[in-house]
């Protein structure tokens, strides 16, 4: 069926270092992509967003990258920080009517300090 | 601010015990969700509602219940027919439609705990 996957579980990164946190998607239909950061206790918040129509978008210190081709999502963190230690999801959906977003399971990043 | 509130944060229940958790946003978002979280899981979608008075099932509504009375409310009942109601119950809010539609703001999560 389709899913949305990611390739590992934890991350462990030193401080100041660029993190790269990778997705897959095996639904083509989907042209719809969001990062979200989740902090222990705490609900999911958006970070960014990217549209099937863009292979790269930048926000602060964060960058997202697709690759439809290999159906392949990733989110760069620049210059990591221990705030950004979280639980990272990506989440797709297609943009037509009655679309629902489909999560990950989430990968953790660690962050050294 | 405006923002999603759930609550209680915490809550302990005893097998063959109803619970309702309580979700108000105040984002005047059409939309709201219950998600379930469980460990090492990511979101699974319980139940869904685009407007007032209107509710659809997601993919593990088994065991759950719902009301939309109101635009800023949606609670959910965890019936005792919900085999392993232990989890994290997330409530999120969106847009339906047009620009910001699927950009879920949630809120801080629930926990409940079935003794």
């Known amino acids: 069926g389709e899913s949305v996957g990611l390739h590992l579980p934890t991350l462990s990164v030193q401080e100041g270092d660029n993190s790269i946190i990778n997705c897959a998607y095996s639904?083509?239909?989907?042209?719809?992509f969001i990062w979200y950061k989740q902090e222990s206790g705490k609900g999911p918040q958006f970070i960014i967003d990217?549209?099937?129509?863009?292979d790269k978008r930048q926000g602060q210190r964060v960058t997202v990258l697709l690759n439809k081709t290999v159906k392949h999502l990733s989110l760069q963190i620049a210059a990591t920080q221990p705030g950004d230690s979280a639980v990272y999801f990506c989440?797709?959906?297609?943009?037509?009517?009655?679309?629902?977003?489909?999560f990950g399971k989430g990968i953790t990043l660690s962050v050294r300090p | 601010d405006g923002g999603i509130t759930q609550s209680p944060k915490y809550l302990f229940r005893k097998e063959g015990q109803n619970v309702t958790l309580s979700c108000e946003q105040n984002?005047?978002?059409?939309?709201m969700y219950w998600y379930r979280q469980d460990p090492g899981q990511g979101l699974r979608l319980i139940y869904y509602?685009?407007?007032?008075?209107?509710?659809q099932k997601g993919d593990i509504a088994e065991g759950y219940s719902v009301s939309r009375e109101k635009k800023e409310s949606f609670p959910l009942t965890v019936t005792s027919a919900q085999k392993n109601p232990t989890a994290f119950y997330l409530c999120?809010?969106?847009?339906?439609?047009?620009?910001?539609?699927?950009?879920?703001?949630f809120g801080a999560g629930s926990r409940l705990t079935v003794l």
């Open positions: 999120a809010s969106s847009n339906w439609q047009g620009a910001g539609a699927n950009v879920l703001t």
């Open positions: 639904n083509s239909a989907s042209d719809y």
């Open positions: 990217i549209r099937s129509n863009m």
């Open positions: 989440a797709e959906t297609s943009t037509g009517a009655n679309s629902k977003l489909t």
């Open positions: 984002l005047n978002h059409d939309a």
């Open positions: 509602s685009q407007i007032v008075n209107d509710f």
